[in-house]
């Protein structure tokens, strides 16, 4: 439930604020791009990026590459994807394969999607 979330972060806080309508999805994504979200891994990762094997999710048959607001909400994940990466919103937006989408916070109660679709407009609207 979200009344039982407690943000651990300035972008977790956004996180429910926009869930709760306080404030809008732009105000979010801006947020977003430049919030630093822990990619997790299945193998061990080096810093830039190579070794990578993101948790995947498939939606709609899409590959939904999973992402977390703060290590903490990785939770049960973290026994499938004990490593992770440390990268700004807007970086791992820009690493995404074409045709894969994000879920963000996936099992918790506060988090989003971003379709492939979607993932061009916020590179293209936010990350400048």
């Known amino acids: 439930m979200i009344k039982d979330f407690k943000p651990l972060c300035d972008f977790e806080q956004k996180l429910t604020l926009a869930q709760n309508g306080k404030i809008s999805m732009p105000d979010l994504l801006q947020s ?3 919030a630093e979200l822990v ?3 299945a193998t061990e990762v080096v810093e830039d990026g190579s070794g990578l094997q993101p948790l995947l ?3 709609n048959e899409v590959q939904m590459v999973g ?3 703060d290590k903490e909400r990785i939770g049960d994940f973290a026994t499938m994807v004990p490593y992770y990466l440390l990268m700004k ?3 791992l937006l ?4 074409v045709g894969y989408g994000l879920v963000v916070n996936p099992g918790q109660a506060v988090g989003f ?3 492939p ?6 590179l293209e609207e936010f990350s400048n």
């Open 32 to 34: 977003f791009v430049v």
């Open 39 to 41: 990619v997790p891994s």
């Open 57 to 59: 999710f498939p939606k």
């Open 67 to 69: 992402c977390f607001s």
């Open 89 to 91: 919103g807007k970086d």
């Open 94 to 97: 820009r690493r995404l394969p």
């Open 113 to 115: 999607d971003i379709s």
């Open 117 to 122: 679709e979607g993932i061009a407009r916020v």
